[in-house]
Nanobody
């Protein structure tokens, strides 16, 4: 199993930047795909960005070119650098770790609010 704890959310004006961090504990982090999802009020949780165990990265179309996901397996960390933030990026952001494409672990989430 793996436990995940996010940090770095907050309130920012449109056009600003935030960096989210997630620290993992409890297992061999390098064996997990890792990334970020978000859920806005009244909407379903959606993928933001993800890195698999081979280093392949996927981004949602809505964030490509503005957000950058990265991981440090030695530190058991995954990051999300968010630039040019928009009000529609407002959501609770969840760190995710996935094992063998099937078993998902989630953090408790961190709120990101972008004001217009």
């Amino acid at each position: 199993q793996v436990q995940l704890v996010e940090s770095g959310g907050g309130l920012v004006q449109a056009g600003g930047s935030l960096r989210l961090s997630c620290v993992a504990s409890g297992s061999t982090f390098s064996m997990y795909a890792a990334g970020w999802y978000r859920q806005a009020p009244g909407k379903e949780r959606e993928l933001v960005a993800r890195i698999n165990t081979g280093g392949v990265i996927n981004y949602a179309d809505s964030v490509r070119g503005r957000f950058t996901v990265s991981r440090d397996n030695a530190k058991k960390m995954v990051y999300l650098e968010m630039n040019s933030l928009k009000p529609e990026d407002t959501a609770v952001y969840y760190c995710n770790a996935q094992f063998l494409g099937q078993i998902n672990y989630w953090g408790r989430g961190t709120q990101v609010t972008v004001s217009s």
